[in-house]
C-alpha cells in the first residue's frame, strides 16, 4: 500500500512540476507578445547603421575633398619629377 502512495505521490508531483513549467512559459510568452517591444532592438540597430553610414559617408567626402585639394597636387609633382628624372 505505501509503494502505490508513493507511486502515486511522485506521479503526482512530477505532473505538477510538468505543469508549472508549462504554465510559466506560456506567462512569459504572453508578457511578451503583450509587451510588443520584442522587435524594438531590430529597429534601434538598423537606425545606428544608418547614421554610421551616413557619418561615415561624409567623413570620407570630406577627407577625399582635403587631401584632393591640398595634398595630392603636391603629391602628384614630387611623383612626376621622379619619373621624369633625365639623370
Avoid at 50 to 64: E, K, N, P
Avoid at 65 to 81: C, D, I, Q, R, S
Wanted: charged share 15%; hydrophobic share 50%; no cysteine.
Amino acid at each position: 500500500m505505501n509503494k502505490i502512495k508513493s507511486f502515486v505521490t511522485g506521479v503526482a508531483n512530477t505532473v505538477k512540476t510538468a505543469f508549472t513549467t508549462k504554465k510559466a512559459q506560456a506567462t512569459a510568452m504572453a508578457h511578451s507578445v503583450l509587451d510588443g517591444t520584442v522587435a524594438e532592438a531590430y529597429v534601434d540597430t538598423g537606425v545606428k547603421i544608418l547614421i554610421a553610414v551616413v557619418i561615415g559617408a561624409l567623413l570620407l567626402g570630406l577627407l577625399y575633398a582635403l587631401f584632393n585639394e591640398t595634398m595630392a597636387p603636391a603629391v602628384e609633382e614630387k611623383v612626376n619629377e621622379m619619373f621624369n628624372y633625365a639623370g
